[in-house]
């Protein structure tokens, strides 16, 4: 039996009613983490850790359908390898159609025979997501006293410091407010190394340092030339030391070996290159020699696990630590609040909901890649979400996967739970759907409204509260907006005396987030008795909303 005068969309969810997701500990969404993790990485069930398997596998359905030809008569991509983790444990790593599946620019399809599947262990081209290992190795040097964040970058590069660049500092190249330009044709326009590394020293800034934020591959080779100074030794070098042999990422590196090659995953087409594979694709880091800050990093999705699990850690992995915890919560600041919708530590993108999906907030952490890779890493509820493909094969001009990483993001979102303290709550299944109270009586010139509300919503979608008196007019009372905090919280609407209340799902043109939740609805009059006390309440009317128990 419910408690009269409590208008409240919630049933007892019984033992025997249970989902499978219950055998191990729920994992909540709601329920935001402090502080670092502790696990080391291994491999389980989804039901193991709490998590709901069905949007998980939702998701990897979804992303399977985008490696098959779709309108413009390709796929979004040739393949994929899809990893989830949850409180350390790797629940889904599922690899989908081809690692190397093209012959041409044309997209002519090799015999089936001639093609290579994705594996587990499929090694992909980064891409820029390597800005991240340089980063790392950039901290690290931090770490041992080489350099202060607000050193000018000319102080260690003297030839850095020409053409307006004199006071940009090592924060600025980190967080890309430096004002550098975003790239430069280092390998078509210039003969040789020491050519392309002088134009990037060379180059003038668009911008004065600090004024704006605008996402630059110099920023980044500008580090790496930065870590090589400070440490005596070439980027790869560093990389290895200090990141992938101490984190025994045994597939991590520039320029794979060729030993390797059968696993590698196919990239672009390139005039005088053919079909790249097991060589960087970007065109500047080639003509670097396959080592530069911004890109040139291979890897499997097992291995960049490790990399965000020891960053979820606090720098540490399985007794192997490659950065203080101190460093991972800098890097993992935002400094460009300056600049909204440009959230961005040192390295790491934070807050992108373009990529991160429903896991966005302002903790949330990654990267992605121009060749099709994605990096998310959700300090809040201790998960990761990766998505490697290869999407620029054999084109760069097929199109973009940002729905495909939202997929993979949400997927993973979805199965944390969002748990309502009677049971079940309403959630909006379409925009404009509506949740009605039934009819009040009315009783005095005020009233109050109180719920309990649960509000993960992209900027620009709302669910608005609205009051009638005679059923036809309907007025605004107040609305529910916001992401990022992940706690239930109570709402009180004081208003004038109201035959019914609903709430209104308005959805704006962002990327949606992980939803919205009310519960435990309750109107009282303007001393604080409750309505209709005498009678048990015959609940709310749903159009549009449904109940969740989860």
Do not use: C
């Not at 262990?121 to 991240?132: E, N, R, W």
């Not at 409204?449 to 059923?471: I, Q, W």
């Amino acid at each position: 039996m419910r408690t009269p005068a409590l208008l409240i969309a919630t049933a007892v969810l019984t033992a025997a009613a249970l989902p499978a997701h219950a055998e191990g500990r729920e994992a909540r969404f709601d329920q935001p983490h402090e502080g670092w993790s502790s696990s080391v990485l291994r491999t389980g069930t989804p039901q193991r850790v709490g998590l709901d398997p069905a949007p998980l596998d939702a998701a990897l359905a979804q992303i399977e359908r985008y490696t098959a030809p779709d309108a413009t008569g390709h796929p979004l991509f040739a393949g994929a390898v899809t990893l989830f983790a949850h409180d350390g444990v790797v629940v889904t790593h599922e690899p989908t159609g081809w690692a190397v599946r093209y012959g041409d620019a044309a997209g002519t399809e090799l015999p089936e025979d001639q093609r290579v599947p994705m594996t587990r262990d499929t090694i992909f081209d980064l891409a820029s997501i390597s800005k991240l290992f340089t980063s790392i190795v950039v901290m690290r040097q931090h770490e041992l006293g080489r350099f202060g964040l607000d050193d000018p970058v000319a102080r260690h590069l003297p030839e850095f410091g020409v053409n307006g660049k004199e006071s940009i500092t090592v924060r600025q190249l980190l967080t890309h407010t430096s004002g550098l330009v975003a790239w430069l044709p280092l390998w078509s326009q210039y003969p040789d190394v020491p050519s392309r590394l002088k134009a990037v020293m060379d180059t003038r800034p668009s911008s004065p340092p600090g004024a704006t934020y605008l996402y630059s591959d110099l920023n980044l080779i500008t580090l790496g030339l930065l870590a090589e100074k400070w440490s005596g030794k070439p980027l790869d070098e560093l990389v290895r030391d200090d990141i992938t042999r101490p984190l025994g990422l045994v597939d991590t590196g520039y320029n794979p070996p060729a030993a390797k090659l059968d696993r590698i995953a196919a990239t672009e087409y390139q005039a005088g290159r053919g079909i790249i594979r097991g060589s960087v694709h970007d065109e500047n880091a080639w003509s670097l020699g396959g080592v530069a800050g911004h890109a040139g990093v291979f890897s499997t999705a097992r291995d960049l696990a490790v990399l965000g699990q020891a960053i979820l850690n606090g720098g540490a992995h399985a007794g192997a630590r490659i950065l203080r915890e101190e460093t991972v919560e800098l890097m993992l600041t935002d400094f460009n609040q300056g600049f909204p919708g440009n959230s961005h530590g040192l390295g790491f993108e934070l807050d992108q909901r373009w990529y991160m999906g429903a896991l966005t907030s302002p903790r949330a952490a990654g990267h992605t890649g121009y060749t099709g890779t994605t990096l998310v890493l959700d300090p809040l509820s201790r998960s990761i979400a990766i998505l490697l493909t290869n999407r620029v094969h054999p084109s760069r001009n097929w199109g973009s996967i940002n729905p495909a990483r939202r997929v993979a993001a949400n997927g993973l979102a979805q199965a944390l739970a969002v748990r309502p303290r009677h049971g079940d709550a309403w959630t909006p299944e379409v925009n404009g759907g509506t949740l009605t109270t039934r009819d009040l009586p009315r009783r005095g010139e005020r009233q109050k409204l109180s719920f309990r509300a649960f509000v993960d919503l992209d900027p620009g979608d709302r669910v608005v509260v609205e009051a009638t008196a005679d059923g036809s007019a309907w007025r605004e009372v107040g609305a529910l907006t916001g992401y990022g905090d992940r706690r239930w919280r109570n709402v009180d609407i004081e208003t004038e005396s109201a035959a019914r209340f609903r709430w209104r799902f308005v959805r704006g043109t962002g990327y949606g987030g992980r939803g919205v939740y009310v519960d435990a609805v309750r109107v009282s009059d303007h001393r604080g008795v409750a309505l209709d006390a005498e009678r048990e309440p015959e609940g709310l009317r749903p159009e549009g909303w449904r109940t969740a128990d989860r």
